[in-house]
């Protein structure tokens, strides 16, 4: 079967610092791979994803993901948070156009 | 485009009453799937369709739940008679056959 681990539920980060929000998944075959932003009282917007091709995927509003076969791992970077990050991100995958699996989220605090 | 328009936002109900909540996808879009979120279990698909036709429903919870698509711009899911237990956020999305799926705004669905 197929899934995804976000092993940390929470991550509280300062301003303007680096931030790592890992991601690690379980399957057989290839798989497509996304990071979802929910922000309080909305729905989910997709910040990148992988298909194929380069393994370092650029999204929206300057985050990042390294796509990493041999450690099957989809890790979402950001080296400058801002307050207007806090949210709940979530890791995901599919195959083709069949259901997204999602991991449990990681809730990302900015702290002034 | 709108993007995927779900109705209505917030549902108050109560128990052993019937809910139905609605979803427009986007014009062109071949799949739809239907999402639970809840704190306990996080989210999970409760069924898709692909050109109107139900592939997967599989994570209906149970008989009580239903859902439809009676054509490729209108999709309803319906919970008779509902349970204080079914209280979540019911989300909708679309995909088209290339690889990207959007998600609606969200159902927060409370049954007291």
């Known amino acids: 079967a197929q899934s995804v681990t976000q092993l940390d539920s929470q991550v509280p980060v300062f301003e303007e610092a680096p931030v790592e929000l890992r991601c690690n998944y379980s399957?057989?075959?290839?798989?497509?791979l996304f990071w979802y932003v929910q922000y309080p009282n909305q729905g989910l917007q997709l910040l990148l994803k992988?298909?194929?091709?380069?393994?370092l995927v650029k999204g929206i509003n300057g985050f990042e993901a390294e796509f990493n076969k041999s450690q099957t791992s989809f890790h979402l970077r950001k080296p400058s948070v801002h307050i207007s990050d806090t949210a709940e991100y979530f890791c995901?995958?599919?195959?083709?156009?069949?259901?997204?699996?999602f991991g449990t989220g990681t809730r990302l605090t900015i702290i002034p | 485009d709108a993007g995927v328009i779900q109705s209505p936002r917030h549902e108050v109900t109560e128990m052993g009453q019937e809910v139905t909540l609605r979803c427009k996808p986007i014009s062109g879009h071949d799949y739809l799937f239907w999402y639970r979120q809840t704190m306990m279990r996080g989210l999970e698909l409760l069924i898709y369709f692909n050109n109107n036709v139900p592939i997967d429903d599989s994570g209906m919870p149970e008989d009580r739940f239903s859902a439809k698509m009676p054509n490729a711009s209108f999709s309803t899911l319906k919970i008779q008679p509902s349970e204080p237990r079914d209280s979540a956020v019911y989300f909708c999305?679309?995909?088209?056959?290339?690889?990207?799926?959007?998600f609606g705004s969200g159902t927060r669905l409370t049954v007291v």
């Open positions: 999305a679309s995909s088209p056959m290339t690889v990207g799926y959007t």
């Open positions: 992988y298909l194929s091709g380069s393994t």
């Open positions: 995901a995958l599919s195959f083709g156009n069949e259901k997204l699996t």
């Open positions: 399957s057989s075959v290839s798989v497509y």
